[in-house]
């Protein structure tokens, strides 16, 4: 069903990817009175979760447990995890797995009829599931179909969230833009869920879609909630060249090595075992994603880096892995190499180089979704419950969709069904009045200066070169300052396409904004962290700091200056913080 | 520097024109760009107001699917080398209403979909699945080749059935009913028996066969409407020669 | 600007689809003229009836029969539609595997032995029936 304009919902879910649908079946099934929506910019099965390609973990095989992907998952993450949530995360994922197989997902089949599952990078036990080398896009469409089942699902489909409507300590709505003609129209809802995705668009070179440019986030964050540890950027350690598209982790899995200039697999002089023919779990190529991309960097510093006309590379090698299991496994990495580089990894090398993938920072939740600001929900990429900590393991963040979607899906069921309803306040019609302003006068504005497109690309160097793997105070505060220099530039852009049909300069210039806003808490929580974990590594501070940074950073939006930060202790239930061990 | 090539884009304005024009813009001719790759630069370099549709640039989402040079291609997916020394022809796809420069409408298929029922039909009660469905990698391998479709409408604008019929189903419709209705899991063949088998459906289609040309992912959906029409002919001869059986 | 935009519904431009739509693209034109064929199957088997019903009637008929077959226009119609024919054969033949989905031991056949297994029956009976007739 298709929405209509300024129409109330119960529920409304922003973002139409993985989380946000099964955030939005599940608000179906738990009450059928409920009016439930999914807003999203771009047609759902457009959203960023298609890409995914490794697999979803869960665990299955008689030989594992919970408390081993538990485990795996706390000191993947450098102890930063809230472990509570990857508790009850790890003991939901194999059921939603299953669900998922029930609705229809292609997962891939032993002989036997029964699901596999593959290794995958930093877990000790195979609990991959995976549909080929498309998990990612396979969970989707399964997800967009069975949605179809459910007709109370409203959706507005192509329509840009501008901003969350807060009155009264609580979430009222929002004021969204339907790309097709360009109105501006008022949703009024009493909860809502972000599910829009993270941020990669804030970086240069990464493997995100253009779409993700972490709207959510800045929604939640001038809305008032805090974003959590934003300072942690999660780099995947093996993207193609010039294009930054992703070489899944299976391909490691399933055997893959990475080498040197010199045919060296080097991950053995950087503290990750000694290589063996055949992978060998939590050790070498199965590595945790943070410390192989770390790896890169000193190779590069070392001079053993292959010279590739975008830069340096190091060589994904799959030649032993044979044709035959290279088709039946890693048929879409087969094409993408073929397609993008002109190479056939059953007979050539891969070039390949971290590039930046996934946020492990967002909207701060809890264990059920919520955010501080009642009514106000976020699930996904978007959110930080956290159960990725400072760096998130391979194929787990496809079955955090599904848990969290579902559980933030039904807290917010639960929310609506008890809350009053009520007519747009005088606030909120102030608030609405406030925004349409705001975005006509982007929109109408004459003889702005620079295009977006300068912009954002300036403020996507300025990222990468202070806040990359490797980070100092120095290069974050002059990412900082350029930061700053450029949100000022910003408020003099200059718009070219002052017309209201599909007008992307427009959704590019809102966008952009976002990503000033988003930028900004990683550059100011990198700061502030003094120490090194995880996917955060800071050349000053290179140790792991327990004493003062067994704590998830939550930054506040201030009015005037730099925004608050504060540190939220991390919840350890029942493993100390202890060394992250791989390859011994 | 760079050789340079010229691109022939289809500018409409609504608001400010009643027919579509061609705006031409020379871009360099970098090995490695795709044709997405010259739009993006036009966009950020050369004009702002230039609108298309593009999101994953690696042939998975489906959102960039254009006419070039007359054909029906992802823009993520063709690259501007194959068609030195240019110039190239970007036009919005065919069979589709266009709402602003190389962006169509696709309302019409996001509304046949749901039609085909495109879920699991299956008794069963799935709220807390015990185990996992048994399907066999050869059962598996019946229907993977049509659950590859990722909606990009190529095979639309491919096929003229679609652009002279209104109420034509279409290929990847039909497909993703085929995908459901070939999963071994699936109980619901039946279901969509009624909508698949009327002129809408796949008596509807000629077997133009230009839909399989026009797929990027390999899905043959002429292949799978030509195996429906088997099906569906085979279901009404048994009903007609065994009315007492019930499918 | 048109009355039929509005603020809050762009005017759609629909191209409208020509009626000799399928002349510019090569493969729509090979389908139209696929489609013809089957104009020039139909009068293949009404001549082949009106032969046999000429033969059956003997003598005179059937001369008068062998007299119009002969016939300028006739015969180069008859060459038209065994052209056609043959494409209609070589075109059904080339698409039968696409329909056709056989497994043999779990592997699919491939399309060529499918195609070929149709090319293969039509020489069988092209034969027989050369036989029949000439030997």
Known sequence: MVGEAGAAHDVLVIGGGGAGLRAAIAVAEADARLSVAVVSKVYPMRSHTVSAEGGAAGVIRSADSLEQHAHDTVSGGDWLCDQEAVEAFVAEAPRELLRLEHWGCPWSREPDGHVAVRPFGGMKQHRTWFAADKT???????????????????????????????????????????????????????????????????????????????????????????????????????????????????????GGWLLNKDGYRYLQDYDLGKPEPTPVLKSMELGPRDRLSQAFVKEVEKGRTIDGPHGPVVHLDLRHLGEQLITAKLPFVRELCLEYEGIDPVRQLVPVRP???????????????????????????TACVSINGANRLGSNSLPECLVFG?????????????????????????????????????????????????IRTEMQQAVEEGAGIYRSADSLAKAADKLGELRERYAVARIDDHSRTFNTEFIAALELSCMLDVAETIVRCAQLREESRGAHQRIDFPARDDERFLANSLIYRSAEGASRVEYLPVTITRWPPAERVYGR | MPDQIILQVTRYRPERELEPTTQEYEIPLHEEWAVLDGLNHVKDQLDGTLSYRWSCRMGICGSCGMTVNGEPRLTCATFLTDYRPGPIRIEP???FPVIRDLVVEIGDFMQKLPKVK?????????????????????????????????????????????GLDEGFLGPAVMALAQRYNLDSRDEGADERMDLLSTAEGVWGCTFVGECTTACPKGVDPAGAIQRYKLTAAAESLRSFLLPWRSA | MSANYTEFHPRWYRPRMSVFWWVGRRSYLVFVLRELSSVFVAWSVVFLLLLVHAVSQGGKQYQQFLNLS??????????????????????????????????????????????????????????????LIVG
């Open chain 2, 93 to 95: 796809l065919r069979n």
């Open chain 3, 70 to 131: 002969s016939n300028p226009w006739m015969l180069a119609l008859n060459v038209v539609t065994l052209a056609f024919l043959v494409f209609h054969a070589i075109t059904w033949f080339n698409l039968a595997p696409q329909a056709m989905v056989v497994r043999l031991r779990r592997k699919r056949v491939p399309r060529s032995r499918i195609a070929g297994a149709h090319y293969a029956v039509w020489a069988l009976l092209s034969a027989l029936a050369a036989w």
């Open chain 1, 355 to 381: 590039v930046v993938h996934y946020m492990m920072g967002g909207v701060h939740t809890d264990i059920n979704g919520a955010t501080p600001l009642p009514g106000l929900y976020a699930a996904g990429e």
């Open chain 2, 118 to 162: 495109p879920w699991l039909i299956r008794d069963d009660d799935t709220t807390a699945p015990d185990g996992e469905l048994l399907q066999t990698p050869a059962e598996l391998d019946e229907y993977k080749q049509y659950s590859m479709c990722i909606n990009c409408m190529l095979c639309y604008s491919a096929c003229p059935i679609v």
């Open chain 1, 406 to 454: 579902a559980r933030a899906g039904r807290t917010a069921a639960e929310y609506a069904t008890s809350a009053a309803s009520a007519e747009p306040s005088t606030p909120v019609r102030a608030q609405v009045a406030d925004e349409r302003r705001r975005l006509d006068e982007l929109l109408h504005r004459d003889g702005g200066r620079e295009p977006i497109s300068a």
């Open chain 1, 136 to 254: 990612g896009f396979h969970m989707l469409h399964t997800l967009f179909q069975t949605s179809l089942k459910y007709e109370r699902i409203t959706r507005y489909d192509e329509w840009y969230v501008t901003r969350l409507l807060v009155d009264d300590g609580r979430v009222r709505g929002v004021v969204a833009l339907e790309l097709m003609s360009g109105r501006i129209e008022t949703i009024t809802a009493k909860a809502v869920i972000l599910c829009t995705g993270g941020c990669g668009r804030v970086y240069p070179f990464t493997t995100n879609a253009n779409i993700k440019t972490g709207d959510g986030m800045a929604l939640a964050y001038r809305a008032g909630a805090p974003l959590k540890d934003m300072e942690f950027v999660q780099y995947h350690p093996t993207g193609l060249p010039f294009t930054g598209i992703l070489i899944t982790e299976a391909a490691r899995s399933e």
